[in-house]
Nanobody, 127 residues
């Protein structure tokens, strides 16, 4: 059974850092695109970052590029999101998801509904 478990959220002051983890089971991460999405209060779900480990492609939303980094560890089947220089507007529930259709396009991954989702982890950034 395909499962994703997100963790690592918490409360952080602006300018601080957090690292989110997504442990994937049921398939190796190099067979799917795995991404992080977030939903802030009163806003639609937003794509944050996606990694396609099989070809090393990484995609980022403009709002987080140069601050957040997505990475993966095939040995532990885990995808990470390193978040630096956090801002209050980064406050959201962060979800990890997996998608079996591959395209080298940020707009594609940020638009389509992913095949599988984890439960999400809350990130709160105070000013």
């Amino acid at each position: 059974d395909v499962q994703l478990q997100a963790s690592g959220g918490g409360l952080m002051q602006a300018g601080g850092s957090l690292r989110l983890s997504c442990v994937v089971s049921g398939f190796p991460v190099d067979e799917y695109a795995v991404g992080w999405f977030r939903q802030a209060p009163g806003k639609e779900r937003e794509g944050v970052a996606v990694i396609h480990e099989s070809d090393g492609s990484e995609y980022y939303a403009d709002s987080v590029k140069d601050r957040f980094t997505i990475s993966s560890n095939n040995a532990t089947n885990t995808v990470y999101l390193q978040m630096n220089a956090l801002r209050p507007e980064d406050t959201a529930v962060y979800y990890c998801g997996a998608e079996g259709e591959f395209k080298r396009s940020a707009s594609f991954y940020f638009r389509i509904p992913f095949d599988y989702w984890g439960q999400g982890t809350l990130v709160t950034v105070s000013s």
